[in-house]
């Protein structure tokens, strides 16, 4: 009897390896086009057995995705060497959704195929069917996610599958040996910037912030991505709590980046807003000890000194902030308004005009740099200064009366 159970346990273990496709299995790959697989494959998911038979299935999509993707170059080429041969020649047109979004469906579920192909089976060995296989034959459809999406760039959320596809597979071991022998990925930085503002814009933060981690990696729009990096740090703030989380990864990055400029007109930017003074003081003192030279900061200084009506302090700072950038409209309508603020204090209206008179060269710079006062807003401070000047029926105050705001 023993020896018969034994015997009947080999049979059902010899019957579970050698079995069939299940039929969901079955189905997905008798179906004829992508659309059909991936209704199948989205219904029947769970009744695909194992890891194997997903990674089938998936491969299955890959198949039909590339099909597509293949009719559709089949058309360009023909296309191109017509074009060689007579420049005149007439284009056969062709589906150029069917080849981007091919293209998509493609790397998308060749991801998916990887993931399940690289399970351990029945004996715990990872051996995968598909990877080197779909790893040849997929660099070039990852390369038109970048032309999809400008492509769809209108179409923001459908852009953002596309840049965002292309962003998270560059690290993906598919990919790896045709990016190494490419020399690394010369589109990848930018693209992640741009898929991160596609992110933001589609109210996903945290999507946002992790294409532009990646976007931070390429020296080539370091600067663009810094800012961005800081601004999206500073979004969905709704706490204290939440601006002194973000305190602390600000501190971070701006130890992280070497006391990076952008970084540092944010990070006091934050402690100004949260009433931090003597934090803020201090980074501004670190920062002009380390960079005589950093106009942000003297800028920022002047900003904390005029506010707080160290007039005297302040007109130093900005002025020390225009030998390095002298032609910020912003700053010049800083030292207009403290001039101005200085002339409220006088005795005697003497003392007022001459306040005024230096404030006009400033104002009267600013408007010239920034006529449109996108920048600053010098029109009521000039205003001022004309009207004690001048008087209000000169033409100089009747202009400006026109153009100031209340």
């Known amino acids: ?51 194997a038979e997903k990674a089938k299935a998936y491969n299955k999509l890959v198949d039909l995705a590339l099909e597509a993707v293949s009719k559709e170059q ?9 074009k060689a041969l ?5 284009e056969e047109p062709y589906d150029e959704d069917a080849f981007f979004m091919g293209s998509y469906n493609a790397v998308k579920n060749a991801v998916e195929c990887d993931k399940y192909d690289q399970e351990p089976n029945e004996k715990g060995k990872v051996k995968p069917k598909f990877f080197q296989a779909n790893a040849a034959r997929l660099t070039n459809a990852r390369l038109q996610l970048i032309n999809a999406g400008q492509k769809y760039i209108s179409e923001q959320a459908k852009a953002l599958d596309m840049y965002g596809l292309y962003v998270e597979t560059n690290s993906h071991p598919l990919f790896k040996e045709a990016i190494e022998k490419l020399g690394g990925d010369e589109y990848i930085g930018e693209v992640a910037r741009v898929a991160s503002v596609l992110a933001f814009q589609e109210k996903d933060l945290a999507r946002a ?25 500073t979004q969905g703030l709704q706490t204290r709590e939440d601006s002194v989380a973000c305190v602390k990864e600000l501190e971070t990055l701006y130890q992280r980046e070497n006391g990076n400029e952008q970084v ?19 980074i501004i003192a670190d920062k002009i ?32 902030a225009l030998e390095i950038a002298p032609e910020d409209p912003l700053i010049l309508t800083y030292v207009g308004y403290t001039y101005g603020d200085m002339a409220r204090e006088k005795d005697t209206e003497a003392e007022v005009k001459a306040m005024f008179s230096e404030a006009v060269p400033y104002l009267e710079k600013a408007r010239q740099l920034d006529p449109t006062q996108e920048k600053a807003r010098w029109s009521l401070p000039l205003y001022n200064c004309y009207y004690i000047l001048y008087g209000e029926n000169d033409t100089r105050t009747k202009e400006m009366e026109k153009l100031r705001e209340y």
Not at 86 to 90: E, S
Not at 222 to 231: E, R, V
Not at 299 to 309: H, V
């Open 1 to 51: 009897m023993k020896k018969l159970m034994i015997l009947a346990l080999m049979f059902v273990a010899t019957s579970a390896a050698f079995a069939g496709d299940s039929p969901a299995l079955k189905a997905i790959m008798a179906a004829k086009n992508y659309a059909e697989a991936e209704s199948l494959m989205k219904s029947s998911l769970t009744q695909l057995v194992g890891a």
């Open 264 to 282: 540092f007109s944010v990070l006091a930017s934050m402690y100004d807003r949260m009433k931090e003074t003597a934090a803020l003081d201090k």
């Open 209 to 233: 912030n992790k294409y532009c981690d990646v976007a931070l990696t390429d020296k080539g729009i370091y600067d663009q991505a810094i800012g961005l990096k800081t601004y999206l740090m």
């Open 86 to 90: 007579k420049p005149d020649a007439q």
């Open 74 to 82: 089949a058309i360009i080429d023909k296309n191109y060497a017509a």
């Open 289 to 320: 000890a380390s960079n005589p030279q950093s106009y942000t900061a003297w800028a920022l200084k002047g900003q904390t000194e005029m506010n707080s009506k160290k007039h005297e302090e302040a007109l130093a700072s900005f002025k020390k």
